[in-house]
């Protein structure tokens, strides 16, 4: 198993700033990935995050917007750049061992 | 294609029930399918989770239906409990071609009533 935690665990931020979450796992995961949920909704995959190279980004999002890294194989960190109300979400890191996919508590982000 | 489509949107069930939620997908490649419960204010935690190759999968009071040919599995909670309201999440996934990411269905609010 794994354990993932996120911080911040929430945040309120002025439009056009730019926040960065970061994912820590407590020991080696496969995949990292972050997704993106809606209070009420499902969650929707925003990249895979790839060790020591870009990450892979899904269909509507963009490097520019999201940029992520990760360093190691147990760290990561997601950035929200240039806040607008409409990013005011959810964001949630996820790490994979073998099939099963852990998820952080989440972080609440609300843009003003 | 990639989408997974999951029904109800909501469910209240008497303590002592059977809760049944529903999922449907249509690209054949998936060949995980795990269900989370998410509690609020918490990431999503596996609960149980099911390949192709089987057709019902059973830990506890919690067990997994799958129907290969229909594209369809579900998850069935016995003898609900009031601990057991949460929102339930069907994914896919295509494990056979390391692809771990998950495709989540919408969401079934669940609400067990004592």
């Known amino acids: 198993s794994a354990v993932i935690s996120q911080k911040p665990s929430r945040d309120i931020c002025q439009r056009g700033t730019s926040l960065t979450i970061q994912c820590q796992v407590d020991?080696?995961?496969?995949?990292m990935f972050w997704y993106r949920q809606q209070p009420g909704q499902s969650l929707t995959l925003i990249a895979t995050?790839?060790?020591?190279?870009?990450?892979?980004?899904e269909s509507g999002f963009v490097i520019d917007k999201f940029p992520i890294s990760r360093p190691n194989l147990t760290f990561s960190t997601l950035t929200v750049s240039n806040m607008s109300p409409e990013d005011s979400s959810i964001y949630l890191c996820?790490?994979?061992?073998?099939?099963?996919?852990?998820f952080g508590q989440g972080t609440r982000l609300t843009v003003v | 294609q990639q989408q997974v489509k999951q029904s109800p949107q909501s469910l209240i069930v008497q303590k002592g029930g059977i809760s049944i939620i529903n999922c449907a997908y249509e690209?054949?490649?998936?060949?995980?399918f795990p269900w989370y419960q998410q509690f609020p204010g918490k990431g999503p935690a596996l609960l149980i989770a099911?390949?192709?190759?089987?057709s019902e999968k059973k830990e506890g009071r919690f067990t997994i239906s799958f129907n290969k040919s229909a594209k369809q599995f579900s998850l069935h909670i016995m003898d609900s409990q009031p601990g057991d309201s949460a929102t339930y999440f069907c994914?896919?996934?295509?494990?056979?071609?390391?692809?771990?990411?998950?495709?989540f269905g919408q969401g079934t609010r669940l609400t067990i009533n004592p």
């Open positions: 099911i390949r192709p190759d089987v």
């Open positions: 995050a790839n060790q020591g190279s870009e990450a892979t980004y």
């Open positions: 020991s080696q995961v496969t995949m």
């Open positions: 994914a896919a996934s295509m494990i056979n071609q390391g692809a771990q990411k998950l495709v």
């Open positions: 690209n054949t490649a998936f060949d995980y």
């Open positions: 996820s790490g994979t061992v073998l099939t099963e996919a852990f």
